[in-house]
């Protein structure tokens, strides 16, 4: 089964190409700014009107890959899904690194000001704001791009919040709630059977690829 994530935020989504094969499982991760085909991946997903289906069908064959079904979540519904009952979440920064865009202000002068944030290495909690800048896109430093790791943990926490329940029936309404969020040609029961096979992968390692551009 090969599966596209993408991580929905315009122009600066990123994309995610999972491979639960027998032999090996592989991610291939796909920032917004990775030429293919000589076009940056999140303006070429505008084009699309961010259509994920259609957008599927070009990077399949830009990329001569399969790609069986995908799964489109917006930062703004993963943030819904993540904070439907709390106000801070738990998360476990892979490496420190340091924030620096722009964020919103109390109000429309301030609105959109520049912003640097240091995020330290280990485990610490945040709030919906804070969480934004945490799964950013951006280049830590010169050729550097820890947001993958931040937004691969990010992704752990959603499967968890999915199956922490031991009881079936709660696991079902908690996947019900989920597929209202995103965008997916899956049915409930492939996106139970496709987590069923993520955690077979359990304890062993997932290959991370990255695209070299052209």
Known sequence: MHVLFILGAGKDSCFYLLSLEKKEKTLLRLGPDQLVK?????????????DAAVFCHWLAEALNVAIDHYV???QASLREF???QKETIEVRNPKA????GQVSGADKEHDFQNCEEAFPQGPQSLDSAAFSRFIAYQEDAPGVFGVFARQEHVLRLIKEALLTSANPVTITKHFRYFIRLV?????????LRLAGKYQETKGQKIRRLSWDNE
């Open 97 to 100: 690194f340091t924030y620096h």
């Open 38 to 50: 000589g076009q940056e991946l999140g303006l070429r997903y505008l084009d699309f009107s961010e």
């Open 183 to 191: 965008t997916t040609d899956l049915s409930l029961t492939d996106c």
């Open 72 to 74: 489109m979540l917006t």
């Open 82 to 84: 993540l904070f439907a």
